[in-house]
């Protein structure tokens, strides 16, 4: 059964770190491009960062350039979204994705509070 399991999030300070786990389970995210997705409230769901396969380039929202950084551990089956100098406009939903099987997976969500 394929699942993406998240983990990770919570309430940081502005100017702080967290950082977000997606294990895959029922397939390997070596084959499979992988998204970090967010939605803050009133707001349509926005792509944050993609990793793609190997020998691709990972991808980032202008938002979030040179602050987030996606990464893969292969071993692990996860993919992690590290994210730095948070501001609030990063408050959302986060969600991790990935097309597979001509299937489409998402995580279950977690909620990034950035605030004073």
């Known amino acids: 059964q394929v699942q993406l399991v998240q983990s990770g999030g919570g309430l940081v300070q502005p100017g702080g770190s967290l950082i977000l786990s997606c294990l895959a389970t029922g397939f390997s995210f070596d084959h499979w491009n992988v998204y970090w997705y967010r939605q803050a409230p009133g707001k349509e769901r926005e792509e944050v960062a993609k990793i793609p396969p190997p020998g691709g380039r990972t991808t980032y929202a202008d938002s979030v350039k040179g602050r987030f950084t996606i990464s893969k551990d292969p071993a692990a089956n996860t993919v992690t979204l590290k994210m730095s100098a948070l501001e609030p406009g990063d408050t959302a939903v986060y969600y991790c994705?990935?097309?597979?099987?001509?299937?489409?997976?998402w995580g279950q969500g977690t909620q990034v509070t950035v605030s004073s």
């Open positions: 994705h990935s097309r597979a099987f001509g299937g489409s997976f």
